[in-house]
């Protein structure tokens, strides 16, 4: 990182986000702007939680054939993202998760949010949907001891992450809208969302059964092959 | 003499996250119709006459956003009618008017922005944060082509084979599963190709340049300072300029001191800068043309 040279920063970074300045933004935001300006806060956190990352992904010294796959999976969930109604995005995030971690995960998410909104039109909520992706494919890598035995339970775990992005992306919707957060705004915007939530919700559980396992003896034909 | 697109990519970065910033985050009504009327001025400028499909959708967008409130929010003391029980008040009418402003308004910017910023200029500015974050972004972006060329082939030796009808729906669709499945191995393994050879070039060993050279011109500098000093004044006429505005429960707003008549002014003439720069280029272009 040319912004982010000396190691000592970086990993102040690393270790003040978290624990200081999120729940400092949180705090201070809520006393000082009395629920006005919530969305201040919340753009500012999701910018810090993925400036995070990206401090800690720069540290390590990633294999060059590891960022390589990653861009390929990227490459895949953008190309996916063309295809109306049903959404294999989320689910090829997850699988790349599962196989390679919770970082590529997050990358592949975040990555092809951004990229796929060079095309579906960028604005303060890319941020979100990075993050709201980026996060889909962390907890898929945390959980993915389990995920990858029991089958069910990648399925149950597709549709409650379809279900999450969609109420993740509609918060940010209300606290565009309205100054502070509204719970009837957001009831209402949950219910016009219902047909795209149950359509995320319906394209993560059908890719998720019919991709999961071909790709997964993918990467893990990479894996074990060339050792990634 | 330059249009407004081909300023350095980092300055129209910076140029656009102020001017969407002050619209997002102020909720001052003539803040809201000058970042409304920029944003739109400026599209106009770019693109003529084309999209009017678009001018529709978002003239739409715009009056159920304005409606949305009055429907939802019962606050305020000026009652206009009652619908189903429920009083629809002025204030909450204006408050969903501003709001749709202010999202329209927005909307319009990054209309602008996405098609200003190509891929390559964010590959530049994201260069400039993380190196490999952008190496991704970038190679992504170029297997993208890459995979379309790849299936042609796949698909032509799969016919070529026999493999392959199109003109059964189930034999089809198999087929095309197959030459999927066959461009997601061979798309991992040419990856991994593709690895090998950057790391035996001696990727990593020095700082990553760029295909298009961006270059800090001087009146990049001048951009860079004029977006800084009117996005200080509005800040300033936001903080200390009693630019005051309340909604509910009665419409309220202050007087304007000299602080904030100065900020308005000011985000005026940010919000108007690209349309002023794109003016006074096609200006001159149309004077030198004149006398050939």
Redo the contacts between chains.
């Keep these: ?3 982010i040279k000396s190691r000592k920063l970086r990993s102040g970074i690393k270790a003040a986000v978290p624990f200081i300045v999120i729940p400092a933004l949180a705090v201070l935001g809520s006393a000082a702007f009395a629920r006005k ?1 919530h ?2 806060i919340s753009l500012a956190i999701a910018a810090f939680a993925l400036l995070l990352f ?1 401090a800690g ?2 540290k390590k010294s ?4 590891r ?6 999976m ?3 969930c ?2 996916g993202r063309f295809i109306p109604f049903l959404k294999p995005m989320t689910a090829l995030t997850i699988i790349t998760a599962l196989y390679l971690g919770g970082e590529a995960g997050f ?1 592949v998410g975040a ?2 949010a ?2 796929s ?2 095309y579906f ?4 909520w890319t941020a979100f949907q990075m993050l709201a992706w980026g996060m889909i494919g962390l907890f898929a890598g945390i959980l993915s001891e389990p995920l990858r035995r029991n089958r069910i339970l990648l399925l149950i775990y597709g549709a409650a992450a379809g279900v999450a992005y969609s109420f993740i992306m509609d918060i940010w919707t209300v606290l ?4 502070g957060f ?1 719970w ?2 957001y009831f ?1 915007a949950l219910g016009t969302a219902i047909p795209y939530t149950v359509s995320y919700a319906v394209s993560n559980v059908l890719f998720l059964a019919l991709l999961a396992r ?2 997964g003896e ?2 893990e034909r ?1 894996k074990i092959k ?1 050792g ?1 | 003499m330059r249009s407004f697109q081909e300023f350095n990519p980092i300055v129209i970065a910076v140029y656009f996250f102020s001017v ?1 910033g002050v619209a ?2 102020s ?1 001052y009504p003539p803040f809201m119709a000058v970042s409304l009327l920029g944003g739109i001025a400026l599209y106009l400028v770019r693109n003529g006459r084309r999209h009017a499909r678009s001018h529709f959708f978002f003239l739409l967008l715009f009056l159920i ?1 304005a409606a ?2 009055p429907l ?2 019962h606050n305020g003391v000026t009652v206009l009618f009652i619908m189903n029980d429920n009083p629809i008040t002025l204030e909450a009418l204006l408050y969903g008017i501003n ?1 749709a402003a202010m ?1 329209i308004g ?2 319009y910017w ?2 602008s ?2 098609q200003i ?3 390559e200029k ?1 590959l530049y500015v994201a260069g ?6 952008s ?3 970038s ?3 170029r ?2 082509p890459l ?1 379309n060329r790849q299936s042609k082939r796949v698909k032509d030796t799969q016919t070529a084979m026999g493999l392959f009808r199109d003109d059964n729906v189930v034999d089809d669709i198999r087929g095309r599963m197959r030459i999927f ?1 066959i461009l ?2 061979w ?3 040419n ?2 190709i ?3 050879s ?2 035996a070039r001696g ?2 060993t020095g700082r990553r340049s760029q295909m298009k050279r961006f270059r800090f011109r001087r009146s990049d500098t001048a951009l860079l300072l004029t977006t800084f000093t009117l996005l200080g004044m509005t800040v300033a006429g936001v903080m200390a300029g009693g630019l005051t505005f309340s909604f509910y429960p009665a419409v309220k707003y202050g007087t304007p001191g000299i602080i904030g008549i100065c900020g308005i002014a000011a985000y005026s003439l940010l919000a108007l800068l690209p349309v002023i720069i794109e003016t006074e280029v096609s200006i001159k272009w149309r004077y030198l043309r004149s006398r050939i």
């Design positions: 990182m040319i912004v300006r969305i201040i990206a992904f720069e990633t294999g060059t054939r960022m390589v796959i990653v861009s390929v990227t490459a895949l953008f190309a990358l990555m092809s951004l990229l909104n060079f039109g960028q604005g303060p565009w809208y309205a100054e509204q009837n705004l209402a071909p790709f993918k990467l990479i060339y990634v | 969407t997002m985050f909720s956003l949305a409130n939802m929010s709001s999202i927005v909307l990054f209309r922005f996405t910023m190509t891929s964010l400039a944060l993380s190196p490999k974050l190496l991704i972004l190679m992504a972006i297997f993208v995979f499945s997601v191995t798309g991992l393994e990856g991994i593709t690895a090998d950057m790391a990727y990593g």
